[in-house]
């Protein structure tokens, strides 16, 4: 067990992780040294945290402080003094580098799994009665558009998400942006929560965009923040290090840049785009990329009600070092492989959203954008169906929320 940490520790954590860490000192330091540099992390940027996200970190400290048996697995790691000790605390992700690879080299990350496997399971189970879900009253709904500027593809869209739902080869591409745009603003109006409703898009924002209560993260907008990475990486591929100096750079970006280069008035939110921009694998570069990645991140972290995402061309792809010099004025754009980008995207997304609690009651919808193609999934909706009759957008999303 931790036993030497004490509230001094954490004096230079942000106010409130640092809160949160002196209020359940008790139950931390029933934490042993090989699982603790995961809370630390967890602590060190819990101010950056979603709400749901701060809600779970703080019950998972007071669970592991009233149920010390379920850290059982972790007591029989052995850990050296050097790694169990006061001085580790201040920087939580080197120190969870160093026991990492401490345990590899000790052979012990097999048990380290065991334990951690046992200790997520027990906490698990008590939260499956009292998880901390948006009210079943609002379902969740995901919007997404595919294919902007792009031709018809000459093989059917939506393949792997067919069996899920029903294609819809009629739907009326008048009015169609606007309606996604409207329900979007409806539901933010009618539940205003915060994160609770989203928009993401690739390139500059739909015509006639504005609602209030909505988490807005635009490509184009996050410029200063990529060109900073983008310097950083091209300065690695110059120096000719490695991959492992280029994440360690990047992620000290990702740990300073939020309060020194503020392109987001939302610390949060902020911190939040440093981190898909740092973390994500060709978010830097292809706006596709930042797309899947923001959606992924954000089903995950945020558990969104209502998310619309708009996916947008991409640079052509070239090499490496080629994109990373045109990524910040990227003006050779590929939409065709930009809608296989989105295609398989928008089933990520599905999947995703699957995994969320309240997942039956969810509705999802892709639409191929400026076309008559759209994929909709949802509890009314037969699987592995597909339809002609002649609708809409509204339509759409009316009946998957009626029924959801």
Not at 114 to 121: E, G, L, P, R
Request: aromatic content about 10%; some cysteine; glycine content about 4%.
């Amino acid at each position: 067990m931790s036993t030497w940490l004490t509230a001094g520790n954490f004096s230079a954590y942000p106010p409130q992780g640092r809160d949160l860490a002196t209020s359940h000192i008790a139950a931390l330091r029933q934490i042993p040294a090989a699982l603790l540099p995961v809370f630390l992390v967890d602590l060190k940027v819990y101010d950056w945290k979603f709400p749901i996200e701060q809600q779970e970190i703080a019950k998972r400290i007071e669970f592991a402080g009233a149920n010390p048996s379920s850290l059982a697995g972790f007591r029989n790691i052995v850990v050296p003094p050097a790694l169990d000790s006061p001085e580790k605390v201040a920087d939580p992700q080197q120190f969870l580098a160093e026991m990492t690879a401490y345990l590899w080299s000790s052979l012990q990350m097999d048990a380290y799994r065991s334990a951690a496997n046992q200790f997520v399971a027990l906490f698990a189970a008590t939260e499956q009665s009292t998880h901390l879900a948006l009210h079943p009253a609002l379902p969740r709904l995901v919007m997404i558009c595919v294919g902007k500027d792009a031709k018809p593809p000459a093989y059917p869209l939506f393949q792997k998400l067919r069996r899920f739902g029903q294609m819809r080869t009629n739907v009326r591409p008048d009015g169609a942006a606007e309606a996604l745009i409207a329900a979007l603003r409806q539901r933010a109006e009618s539940h205003p929560a915060p994160y609770a409703h989203w928009y993401v898009d690739g390139g500059n924002p739909l015509p006639g965009f504005a609602a209030a209560g909505v988490t807005q993260i635009f490509y184009p907008a996050l410029a200063p923040l990529n060109e900073q990475i983008l310097a950083r990486m091209e300065s690695c591929i110059e120096a000719g290090t490695g991959p492992e100096v280029m994440h360690s750079q990047l992620a000290e970006l990702s740990e300073h840049t939020p309060l020194e280069n503020a392109s987001l008035a939302d610390p949060c939110l902020q911190h939040f785009a440093v981190s898909l921009l740092t973390e994500g694998s060709g978010t830097q570069i292809f706006s596709t990329s930042f797309v899947q990645w923001a959606t992924r991140e954000i089903l995950r972290r945020a558990q969104p009600a209502t998310l619309l995402v708009r996916f947008a061309p991409r640079q052509r792809q070239k090499s490496f070092n080629a994109m990373v010099a045109a990524a910040a004025s990227a003006t050779d754009l590929d939409p065709d492989g930009s809608l296989i980008d989105a295609d398989m995207s928008a089933y990520y997304a599905y999947l995703e959203l699957m995994r969320l609690p309240a997942s039956e009651n969810s509705a999802f919808l892709v639409w191929f954008e400026n076309h008559s193609q759209v994929f909709v999934a949802g509890r009314s909706i037969p699987a592995g169906t597909t339809s002609d009759s002649p609708t809409t957008i509204v339509d759409l999303t009316m009946e998957l929320l009626n029924h959801a």
